[in-house]
């Protein structure tokens, strides 16, 4: 077997030994692969940068373990800028185990920039996905009355940062975070009625569902998975996880790329070959 047959077969075991390769170098070892900011991802940071000190933003989490690497460091890309900027903000969960993960992440960043439960952030609670359609009709009007406690059971007129936050008049922006498509929802009775400024963080695969939304304005800005959270990154100058995981994504592809081509070559010099 010469070696143009050989790019045509080459054992599955080395493309997958590679493969490993390919994603865990960039993953343990930093490796500073170019991250090209987007209109879209400097859409959701821009609104944030705009919206008043007086008022809160809403962080609906809307996904769960399944889909955490890449709707976490969205998540998590999200809360650090708000912390960065002593912006406050409220947790609003439909996923259990989404509640869990965000709160976890919530406090660790809290720990980090020196932000206090109840004064810098709060848990609206987790709600059932059921209860969205109701919800969207009830807390625009009255916050308090329909989350009448947070997470913990701490009534909300006892949080001291809820203390002035009665209605959707005092949410600056809401930024749904999620694994499903759900966004013209809130879209439909949040933005339609009250105009108040959405950011979309969808995994890639929904991410296409947001472009409509995007260029009539519906939503301001929005993350495309891994790769938007890498750019909201940049753009914080906090390099993390996101950036990490977006270099391997890039290896990994370059990779298959370059099996591709080699295969390719093989199989058309091996032809003509044959033909002569």
Do not use: C
């Given at each position: 077997?010469?070696?143009?047959?050989?790019?045509?077969?080459?054992?599955?075991?080395?493309?997958?030994?590679?493969?490993?390769?390919?994603?865990?170098?960039?993953l343990?070892?930093?490796i500073?692969?170019?991250?090209?900011?987007?209109?879209?991802?400097?859409?959701?940071y821009?609104?944030?940068?705009?919206?008043p000190?007086?008022?809160?933003a809403l962080?609906?989490?809307y996904?769960?373990?399944?889909?955490?690497?890449?709707?976490?460091?969205?998540t998590?890309?999200?809360?650090?800028?708000?912390?960065?900027r002593?912006?406050?903000?409220a947790?609003?969960?439909f996923?259990?185990?989404?509640?869990?993960?965000?709160?976890?992440?919530?406090?660790?960043l809290?720990?980090?920039?020196?932000?206090?439960?109840?004064?810098?952030?709060v848990?609206?609670?987790?709600?059932?996905?059921s209860?969205?359609v109701?919800?969207?009709?009830s807390?625009?009007?009255?916050?308090?009355g329909?989350?009448?406690?947070?997470?913990?059971?701490?009534?909300?007129?006892?949080i001291?940062?809820?203390?002035?936050?009665?209605?959707?008049?005092?949410?600056?922006?809401?930024?749904?975070?999620?694994s499903?498509?759900?966004?013209?929802?809130?879209?439909?009775?949040?933005?339609?009625?009250?105009?108040?400024?959405m950011?979309?963080?969808?995994?890639?695969?929904?991410?296409?569902?947001?472009?409509?939304s995007?260029?009539a304005?519906q939503?301001?800005?929005?993350?495309?998975?891994?790769?938007?959270?890498?750019?909201?990154?940049?753009?914080?100058?906090?390099?993390?996880?996101a950036?990490?995981?977006?270099?391997?994504?890039?290896?990994?592809?370059?990779?298959?790329?370059?099996?591709?081509i080699?295969?390719?070559?093989?199989?058309i010099?091996?032809r003509?070959?044959?033909?002569?």
């Amino acid at each position: 077997m010469n070696v143009f047959e050989r790019l045509q077969y080459i054992d599955r075991r080395i493309m997958y030994a590679l493969l490993v390769v390919a994603i865990a170098v960039p993953l343990i070892w930093r490796i500073n692969l170019p991250v090209v900011v987007t209109p879209a991802v400097k859409g959701v940071y821009d609104t944030f940068e705009k919206m008043p000190n007086d008022k809160i933003a809403l962080i609906v989490v809307y996904w769960g373990a399944g889909t955490v690497a890449e709707t976490g460091p969205e998540t998590s890309a999200m809360m650090r800028h708000l912390f960065m900027r002593n912006k406050k903000f409220a947790l609003l969960p439909f996923d259990p185990q989404g509640s869990k993960l965000a709160t976890d992440e919530a406090k660790a960043l809290a720990k980090k920039y020196g932000k206090k439960y109840g004064v810098d952030w709060v848990h609206w609670g987790y709600q059932p996905i059921s209860n969205l359609v109701p919800l969207l009709q009830s807390f625009p009007r009255d916050i308090k009355g329909t989350f009448k406690t947070d997470a913990y059971g701490t009534p909300m007129n006892k949080i001291p940062m809820m203390r002035n936050v009665n209605t959707i008049d005092d949410i600056g922006v809401i930024a749904d975070i999620t694994s499903s498509g759900e966004l013209d929802t809130w879209i439909a009775y949040i933005y339609g009625s009250y105009r108040t400024p959405m950011v979309y963080g969808p995994t890639a695969i929904i991410a296409p569902e947001g472009f409509n939304s995007l260029d009539a304005g519906q939503i301001k800005g929005m993350l495309m998975g891994m790769k938007g959270a890498a750019e909201y990154e940049k753009l914080l100058n906090a390099e993390g996880f996101a950036t990490r995981a977006a270099g391997a994504l890039s290896t990994s592809h370059l990779l298959i790329v370059i099996l591709i081509i080699a295969g390719n070559i093989g199989y058309i010099s091996s032809r003509r070959r044959r033909e002569r």
